[in-house]
């Protein structure tokens, strides 16, 4: 077997990958271990929005760290460049229903210190002039944005070459042996501690160590435009569906999340579901009516995990010193570079600055290993 590493991370999304960045920085000896590319799964292909009103209040601390951290992303990844961008973000209410869900959640993540402020049609047609004037209520946080997701992978590879890291992208791992050996179809990789960061694979590698972690799998849904004329300004979403808007420098406009793809992941394949296709285009074009006469260009699918109780799945796994988990929450990709940075001054052996969310919560220990 090849030498000891002193962390093993398995998945390379953006959670691994900036786990497995901090943890070498830290100076661990570390492998990062990646079935595909990097960032080509949920950290690829999602839809850049970086969000605080779709951000579980919870979490708004750990999201408005992140947030800076995407903003100077070329710093802290040696040049590496996701495009991110600094936009209004629009929350917009059309009934009342959703105006009173708007209310409600703009109360409990401004408390948590998102700086979200309920604004009327007039000024929210103001920041966003492409706005339908038939809007009833917007919640407004100056400091959203967006990225251009699929950059991810190849903005992280090179920072994580600079750390040290051993990167193997086209490795899948089937297994860890206590201890730990990591299984891999091109040999065994020794480690002294372990980080399992498998997105929607994150039950069937936790059972890898005789734990059972329920994740459930989103299959959202997303579509691009061909580039338009300026039709937005803002990060929009309709405070009901999830759906989120935005126009990037190139003039496409991308329509995310809503209603949801067909299939699942151990039973695939999955598909894009028309019905929810021709709502998230409907809805996008109530919201922006310039957007009626976009052409779409395409639409994708991406798996998008989540626990029990949607916060995430970060910490040590009980029983088992040295293993731990990251990732499985909605908008992860937002808080995604904090929460690495977190981690891995745990397995560093540091207090983390915020506190991380352990998985006893959620798991419990499968019969048979
Ligand atoms: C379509 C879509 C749109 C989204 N939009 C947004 C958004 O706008 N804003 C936002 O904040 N969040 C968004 N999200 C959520 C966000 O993308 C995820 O929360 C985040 O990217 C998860 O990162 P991750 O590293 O945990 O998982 P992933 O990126 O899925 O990474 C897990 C990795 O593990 C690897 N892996 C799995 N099994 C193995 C194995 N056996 N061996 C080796 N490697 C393995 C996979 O190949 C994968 O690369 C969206 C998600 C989707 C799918």
């Given at each position: 077997m090849s030498a000891?590493?002193?962390?093993?991370?398995?998945?390379?999304?953006?959670?691994?990958?900036?786990?497995?960045l901090?943890?070498?920085?830290?100076?661990?000896?570390?492998?990062?271990?990646?079935?595909?590319?990097?960032?080509r799964q949920a950290s690829g292909v999602n839809a850049g929005t970086l969000t605080m009103q779709m951000t579980r209040a919870a979490l708004i601390p750990y999201a408005l760290r992140a947030w800076e951290m995407w903003m100077r992303t070329p710093e802290w990844l040696d040049g590496g460049d996701v495009r991110a961008r600094a936009r209004p973000g629009l929350s917009v209410a059309f009934t009342e229903q959703e105006e009173c869900l708007l209310t409600e959640r703009a109360r409990i993540r401004g408390a948590a210190?998102?700086?979200?402020?309920?604004?009327?049609?007039?000024?929210?047609c103001e920041i966003e002039p492409g706005l339908n004037p038939a809007v009833r209520l917007a919640g407004h946080c100056p400091i959203d944005g967006f990225t251009s997701a699929y950059l991810t992978g190849r903005a992280f590879r090179g920072a994580l070459l600079n750390a040290g890291v051993d990167l193997r992208e086209g490795c899948a791992v089937d297994g860890i042996d206590p201890g730990f050996t990591v299984r891999t179809a091109v040999g065994p990789v020794a480690a002294k501690q372990v980080?399992?960061?498998?997105?929607?694979?994150?039950?069937?590698m936790a059972a890898w160590l005789g734990v059972r972690l329920p994740i459930k799998t989103l299959i959202n849904q997303l579509v691009v435009t061909e580039p338009m004329h300026p039709v937005m300004a803002s990060v929009l979403?309709?405070?009901?569906?999830?759906?989120?808007?935005?126009q990037f420098e190139n003039g496409s406009v991308l329509i995310g999340g809503g209603w949801q793809g067909m299939g699942d992941r151990e039973h695939g394949p999955i598909a894009v579901r028309p019905e929810s296709f021709l709502g998230n285009v409907r809805l996008a074009a109530h919201t922006i009516?310039?957007?009626?006469?976009?052409r779409v260009v395409r639409s994708w699918l991406g798996l998008e995990a989540e626990t029990a109780?949607?916060?995430?799945?970060?910490?040590?796994?009980?029983?088992?010193?040295?293993?731990?988990?990251?990732?499985s929450v909605h908008s992860g990709y937002t808080s995604g570079p904090y929460f690495?940075?977190?981690?891995a001054q745990a397995v560093l052996g540091m207090a983390p600055e915020l506190p991380l969310f352990p998985i006893d919560r959620l798991l419990s220990q499968a019969e048979a290993a």
């Open positions: 000891l590493f002193d962390c093993a991370v398995v998945g390379g999304g953006v959670m691994g990958c900036a786990t497995a901090f943890l070498a920085r830290g100076g661990m000896r570390v492998v990062l271990l990646e079935r595909g590319p990097l960032c210190g998102a700086p979200i402020e309920l604004i009327g049609a007039s000024r929210a980080v399992l960061a498998g997105g929607v694979w994150l039950e069937p979403g309709v405070a009901s569906g999830l759906l989120s808007l935005k009516p310039a957007l009626r006469a976009a109780d949607a916060l995430p799945a970060i910490g040590p796994v009980p029983g088992v010193p040295g293993a731990w988990t990251i990732g690495g940075r977190l981690l």
